[in-house]
């Protein structure tokens, strides 16, 4: 059996060193364009930044894959036929393949500001390597940058351009930064630090034309007519799934805003599977599910890797959590906090003269979801409690209990202000 | 990237092995050479005259002097570096303290009341004199005590509750080096498995020939003069001192920090530490790994100075204990998911277990 794998992110990857070890003898092959080898794709602000090499950033050893007999090509597939169960690559050569799995991940959204198609030199993504080429070959010549948009990516590029001594401008459209994850008081913290960094933090203004000279980016001017001039204009306005080579294929899987999978990661062709940031997984029950995270493409991959050899597994997302850094601040969340509607209740704690604060979200009688900023919490606790349905007397008492700061430096939770109000 | 600018390339240059890394790595390496071997074997004896004119005793005084400022002044850049992190606080304090008192100011006071110059800091068989039968014979009895007690009893009873790093980290002098004005160099450390390899034989061979050092010296004093086990065992004391005390710890150790980074002596040869790390893998210190929470990024292994791949755990949910690590707490530091945390627990964990075949390295996911 021959199992070609599309993609060599962490999907792509955890799906090939999976099925290795489920099969010793099946024929595995990674194809990937990007990269020669599986890098870590969250780690690319540390490359930026010089705290590390581009080659640390490759979370295995390079002999992993003769050892463990997984075949990597380094290429783009422009075509696929589903007939002959064939795939075509750029350079040139075929490969046939038993199994397919479709990891193609994801690429950042384009804006169609007005101006923008004349600018040819200045604007940069911050999703991949030739991003990452493309920002350090601007750096060395620029003074002003503006970063749009209000999510993670764009405040990591941020924060890499202030590292660099950049006078950096970062305009979120929103009217405070990242209200999808973080409430109004939690991302206001967020946008002082940003400040204390020397970031200038604009909100609730969105770029309406893109000014350039002679292909040079210039400046930005927004909705409400201000001027933004810089060198480097960043755009972090969100992912969507890579689906635009797709499009040139002989035959090609049923998207919708993503490859449309269903609960075993089986695409509308028979032997064609796709996982990872590339996927919308239709469910019978709920709504379809586009998951970008880290470990939810690592979860992709394996069970991708049990289907295939006929484990017949179903995909089941966990209780949500993720965590992140806002330069200094630490956040994780962990449940379901971004879509509690208003009005539900929360225990808001904060402490004082510190970008410190704990957001506890919970239906009246159990816990459903936390928002913990500016120390270190432990999301295996903080998702038991909401699985085991803990009332929020309960975790109060208790949530000494899922602190995971550095010894002697646990955080003191006392003498913090506390609100209960709905958020 | 590197910053621009002058700063920027220097600061770039002398933390990625540059021209200027070779070039202090050169002066470190020259520093040693005269120092351990001035005055013999044809090397000037540049220090002894410096050591005069400042009226110490010896070039090894003006030695511990130097030595004890290096860390105080890396010290206190470490304290503001890492000052949002109180164990890198208290511990960076706690090892600037030991260097300055009992690491140089205690022996030289003691020396001046009359007492023998003596390093309660170090202990056999980092210093393997303090168990040959002439210090025995020779020092006043609290201090035989003190020797063996404290190298037999008190290292191995505080590495089983809080693992090698009470010492390696927060007590020892090499240590305490390595992490204040060594701490540029810290991600040099080579992190293949071939260099963990490595690691694993050199420092079990020093630990079994300095075994052998102490087994003969004693020996030696039991048997009569004449034997010719007395004399070889004199011949093999000098040699172990020049490898391991001269070589290997110093020009060596210190010598490659801007090249190979800042913990060679403490990770391949150093016989203290190879000792405590066999206690450290039946005690109770471990690094716990926080569940699926790791992104891979792998700065927990380039800021590691043992050369740890804390990410190949770190990737795979598996809390661990390296015998190698010192427990210094930087991948906890670097940590963007604050994934790790250092901790003293008895539970029972897998130790160097994260490769179960050959070249075992996946990914699983805990479903």
Redesign the interface.
């Known amino acids: 059996m021959h199992i070609v794998i599309v993609g060599n992110g962490?999907a792509g990857?955890?799906c090939a060193?999976?099925a290795?070890?489920r099969d010793a003898s099946a024929r595995i092959t990674v194809v990937g364009g990007e990269t020669e080898y599986f890098y870590?794709r969250?780690?690319l602000m540390?490359?930026?930044m010089?705290?590390?090499?581009r080659r640390?950033?490759?979370?295995?050893?390079r002999?992993?894959w003769?050892?463990?007999n997984i075949g990597l090509v380094t290429d783009w597939v422009v075509d696929h036929d589903a007939d002959k169960r064939e795939l075509k690559l750029a350079g040139g050569r075929t490969i046939a393949y038993d199994v397919l799995v479709l990891a193609l991940g994801a690429t950042a959204n384009k804006p169609d500001w007005e101006g923008l198609t004349e600018v040819k030199h200045g604007v940069v993504n911050f999703v991949s390597m030739q991003d990452l080429d493309a920002c350090?070959a601007m750096?060395?010549s620029a003074k002003r940058a503006v970063v749009v948009g209000g999510g993670l990516i764009g405040i990591e590029l941020v924060e890499c351009l202030v590292?660099?001594?950049i006078a950096t401008t970062f305009l979120i459209r929103e009217p405070y930064y990242w209200p999808a994850a973080l409430s109004r008081e939690e991302s206001q913290m967020v946008i002082a630090h940003l400040r204390e960094q020397g970031v200038e933090v604009v909100v609730e203004d969105s770029v309406q034309r893109v000014e350039s000279s002679g292909g040079r980016f210039t400046a930005v001017v927004t909705s409400s007519g201000k001027r933004y001039a810089g060198d480097i204009l960043g755009v972090c306005i969100g992912v969507r799934a890579n689906l635009d080579r797709m499009k040139a294929w002989k035959s090609a899987p049923a998207s919708r805003r993503g490859i449309v999978v269903d609960e075993r990661f089986r695409t509308d062709i028979a032997g064609v599977f796709a996982c990872g940031d590339c996927c919308e997984i239709a469910r019978p029950t709920k709504g379809p599910l586009i998951e970008t995270i880290?470990?939810s493409a690592?979860?992709h991959g394996?069970?991708v890797a049990r289907n295939i050899f006929g484990d017949d597994v179903a995909y089941e997302p966990?209780v949500f959590?993720n965590?992140?850094?806002f330069f200094?601040i630490?956040f994780?969340t962990v449940g379901d906090v971004e879509s509690a509607p208003a009005g539900t209740p929360t225990i808001f704690r904060h402490r004082a003269g510190q970008h410190v604060c704990q957001r506890i979200v919970h239906d009246g009688t159990r816990v459903i979801g936390f928002n913990m900023l500016g120390s270190?919490?432990?999301?295996?606790v903080l998702v038991r409690w909401v699985t085991e349905r803990r009332s929020p007397a309960y975790v109060l008492r208790h949530l000494a209990e899922a602190q995971?700061?550095?010894?002697?430096?646990r955080m003191n939770l006392q003498h913090s202000t506390r609100s209960r109000s709905p958020s | 990237?590197?910053?621009?600018g002058v700063r920027g390339w220097l600061l770039?240059d002398v933390t990625?092995r540059g021209v200027t890394a070779w070039a202090l790595s050169a002066v470190i390496f020259t520093f040693y050479v005269v120092l351990y071997f001035g005055g013999q074997y044809g090397v000037p004896d540049l220090f002894s005259p410096w050591a005069e004119r400042l009226g110490l005793s010896s070039k090894w005084v003006l030695y511990g002097a130097l030595y004890s400022l290096a860390i105080v002044l890396g010290g206190c850049w470490m304290l503001w570096k890492y000052r949002?992190?109180?164990?890198?606080?208290?511990r960076t304090t706690v090892v600037m303290v030991v260097q300055v008192t009992l690491g140089f100011s205690v022996p030289q006071m003691l020396k001046q009341a009359g007492q023998p110059e003596y390093y309660f800091s170090y202990l056999w068989p980092l210093k393997i004199d303090y168990f040959y039968p002439d210090s025995i014979t020779s020092l006043p009895w609290p201090y035989v005590v003190y020797s063996v007690v404290g190298a037999l009893v008190m290292v191995p009873v505080l590495g089983v509750f809080f693992g090698k790093r009470w010492y390696c980290s927060w007590v020892c002098g090499c240590g305490g080096l390595a992490n204040t004005a060594g701490e540029p160099f810290r991600h040099l450390s080579s992190k293949?498995?071939t260099s963990w390899r490595f690691e694993k034989v050199a420092i079990h061979t020093v630990l079994i020939a300095a075994l052998l050092a102490t087994a003969l010296a004693i020996g030696s004093a039991l048997l009569p003069e004449e034997s010719p086990i007395v004399a070889v065992a004199g011949q093999y004391r000098e040699i172990y001192g020049l490898v391991v005390g001269a070589v290997l710890s110093g020009v060596i150790g210190v010598g490659l920090y801007p090249i190979g980074g800042t913990r060679i002596w403490c990770r391949n040869f150093c016989p203290m530490a190879a000792m405590l790390g066999l206690v450290q893998k039946i005690g109770r210190f471990r690094i716990r790994v926080?569940?699926?929470?790791c992104?891979?990024?792998?700065?927990c292994?380039?800021y590691c100075e043992m050369g740890i791949d804390v990410?190949?755990y770190a990737?795979t949910n598996q809390s661990f204990t390296r015998a190698s690590c010192v427990g210094c707490?930087m991948c906890?530091?670097v940590c963007?998911?604050?994934v790790l945390?250092?901790?003293n627990v008895t539970r029972n964990d897998p130790q160097e277990a994260v490769r179960r075949g050959?070249?075992r390295?996946?990914?699983?996911?805990i479903?």
Not at chain 1, 404 to 409: A, K, P, Y
Request: glycine residues 6%.
């Open positions: 962490i990857i955890t060193l999976d290795r070890d870590s969250t780690a540390y490359a930026f010089d705290k590390m090499n640390d950033l490759e979370p295995l050893e002999d992993v003769r050892k463990r350090e750096v060395p590292h660099h001594g880290w470990y690592k979860r394996a069970v966990p959590f965590s992140s850094k200094h630490e994780t270190r919490w432990d999301n295996e995971h700061d550095v010894e002697f430096g | 990237m590197r910053k621009a770039h990625h949002h992190n109180r164990y890198q606080v208290v293949s498995t926080k569940k699926d929470m992104i891979s990024c792998g700065l292994s380039k990410r190949s990737q707490g906890a530091e963007p998911r604050g945390t250092l901790e050959p070249g390295a996946s990914l699983p996911i479903t």
